[in-house]
């Protein structure tokens, strides 16, 4: 199956997604995707919830919370659902043991993502969140435009022209392609998800080179800023 973000941004069954967006654009598009219904669904949240009393949906949804990371992994690996969303909660990783508990969180959604469409989800990305999120097969990071500039005022570049353009606000969607390579080795190898970084996060490197038509605003090999209409 495929879920639609955006219009530019769909998932897919068997990938594991990590998404930072605001609270609203993931609620309009779990709540106005009809097709979305007709498929298991399976909600998991940690210690709290920004969206789950927003989500319009009784059918085929299934809401489990887990308050430890261990209990995460465990939901994970018991779940038959074709779309698991998993709301990020940087607390199930504090304390000493975070690198290890977040080893294997990061090889539970990678399983999951096997038959299932895997979602991480945080309304804004942290250490913790970019840490997990090196696996995933895809990193979105949505945001809403600024309001379009007071009658009167000068943009500079097209670009600015047409964000201020008649016709549905637009989204910014930066997308990274985070493949496997370089981070796990089968039969062992090195950790997946490595050591917490100490620095600025940023999005992870490594993996295939971004697809598709986008419009670079910063050009790279791994990522891409892309309009969503």
Do not use: W
């Not at 598709?212 to 990522?223: I, K, S």
């Amino acid at each position: 199956m495929e879920f639609d973000l955006c219009p530019a941004v769909t998932l897919q069954t068997g990938s594991y997604n990590a998404v930072a967006a605001p609270a609203d654009l993931i609620l309009a598009a779990l709540n106005s995707d009809g097709e979305l219904q007709r498929f298991m669904f399976l909600y998991v949240s940690g210690n709290y919830s920004r969206i789950l009393n927003g989500v319009h949906r009784t059918k085929n949804f299934d809401v489990r919370r887990a308050f430890t990371a261990f209990q995460l992994v465990t939901i994970l690996s018991e779940a038959y659902h074709t779309v698991i969303l998993v709301e990020h909660d940087p607390t199930l990783y504090d304390g000493p043991e975070r690198n290890m508990l977040m080893a294997q969180v990061t090889r539970a959604l990678k399983s999951a993502a096997e038959e299932a469409m895997v979602i991480l989800y945080a309304p804004s990305p942290d250490r913790a969140f970019h840490t997990l999120a090196k696996q995933a097969d895809r990193v979105f990071h949505l945001s809403p435009l600024p309001a379009p500039l007071p009658e009167g005022r000068t943009s500079r570049g097209r670009f600015r022209q047409a964000m201020r353009a008649p016709g549905p606000r637009l989204q910014t969607t930066l997308e990274a392609f985070n493949g496997t390579n370089n981070h796990e080795q089968p039969h062992g190898g090195k950790d997946p998800c490595g050591t917490m970084e100490t620095g600025n996060p940023g999005i992870a490197q490594g993996g295939p080179e971004v697809r598709g038509t986008a419009r670079p605003d910063d050009p790279g090999p791994q990522q891409r800023r892309l309009l969503c209409f």
